[in-house]
């Protein structure tokens, strides 16, 4: 579990309520206190960025309104070198020249960074992708200089509850995670689902004949429209620009089932597995809502992602379903010959009170 982080410091401050909407980033255990006595890191960042050094004095030089700027400056990319310019010339005594230097590659973690966090958990390439430039570049600053409780503080704040989901902020909670800066490639995802149901309710199905319409046609349509807006039914989701569906509806006789399978594309920054699911998961319900007068006992499932490809992650592929067990086909029998005996029993009563 990660370390509990220290108290926020100067950013629960009202002044700097201003600050924080513009992405404005101090950390707790970087500094401490709202007068910004110390250099914070994003005025670090800035500074390396654009290869200058400024002593504790000549920080301190500045009115606080300067160091604030310098603070936003380097908390956000690309770092505006001229703005930092134009701050840098009321330091006294000036800034001295040094070697600028960037970011660390968000493309996965240097194996030193891993090791070194290590003891406080885990670093892995879906967790610092996820983060800020700044949020890799104060990881690295500090491992430079390794001290065990400003390596654990560090950790605990920047990544904490990130570690066993990118989907979790730092302190907990939940987040949209940030896929702007990742690389636009070519994703695609597949996946499955089924409706298993009665002979009555399968027999009009495979004869075109259930009063409510064209099922497959429907839950073909149902998908299609599901995967599209699959961002407004998924809090988390981003909204995609999606290239292509496709969905397959397979009646199967032995089961008395209908088997879907959707496959949807895009040219994105993340993946559609949870567009294939969503729209697989709509088509079964489509079909049951169609043909519930007649089998309330349908079964929908199991929905699972069957493949996907494209993005940092790369591929995977589902193992094949394991076959239906004689004690699940059973059961699944039972349920629906319990049903049919009700909906007799019901009919009987109806008829008895006419």
């Not at 110390?38 to 200058?52: E, M, S, T």
Request: net charge neutral; charged share 25%; glycine share 6%.
């Amino acid at each position: 579990m990660p370390h509990g982080p220290r108290s926020s410091g100067p950013i629960a401050s009202q002044d700097w309520l201003g600050y924080t909407r513009q992405a404005v980033r101090l950390y707790s255990f970087d500094v401490d206190g709202e007068t910004l006595e110390q250099l914070p890191l994003a005025a670090r960042r800035a500074l390396d960025h654009a290869g200058r050094k400024l002593s504790l004095a000549g920080w301190t030089s500045l009115a606080e309104g300067d160091r604030r700027s310098l603070v936003r400056i380097g908390s956000v990319s690309p770092v505006d070198l001229d703005a930092l310019a134009r701050v840098l010339r009321r330091a006294r005594p000036a800034p001295t020249s040094c070697d600028a230097t960037g970011d660390p590659s968000r493309d996965a973690p240097p194996a030193r960074l891993v090791e070194i966090y290590a003891e406080h958990g885990r670093l892995s390439s879906a967790i610092w992708t996820s983060l800020s430039d700044l949020d890799r570049y104060a990881l690295e600053k500090v491992a430079r200089r390794p001290n065990s409780e400003r390596l654990a503080n560090a950790y605990a704040e920047i990544i904490g509850h990130t570690q066993v989901s990118t989907h979790l902020r730092a302190q907990g909670g939940v987040q949209m995670v940030n896929v702007g800066t990742k690389a636009i490639t070519e994703r695609r995802a597949e996946a499955e689902s089924r409706v298993s149901m009665n002979r009555d309710a399968f027999a009009l199905l495979s004869n075109n004949a259930v009063p409510k319409g064209d099922v497959l046609a429907t839950a073909r349509i149902a998908a299609i429209m599901a995967a599209k807006r699959t961002s407004e039914l998924i809090p988390l989701c981003h909204a995609l620009p999606i290239t292509f569906v496709a969905v397959e509806l397979r009646l199967e006789p032995a089961s008395q089932s209908v088997h879907i399978s959707t496959t949807v594309e895009t040219r994105g920054q993340t993946g559609v597995e949870m567009e294939a699911l969503v729209a697989a998961t709509h088509a079964a319900l489509t079909v049951y809502d169609m043909l519930k007068g007649v089998d309330r006992a349908m079964s929908i499932g199991p929905t699972r992602l069957l493949a996907k490809s494209g993005g940092a992650s790369g591929s995977f592929v589902a193992d094949e379903a394991p076959p239906e067990t004689e004690s699940e086909a059973a059961d699944e029998t039972a349920s629906h010959a319990a049903e049919r005996a009700a909906a007799t029993t019901r009919g009987a009563r109806r008829e008895a009170s006419v």
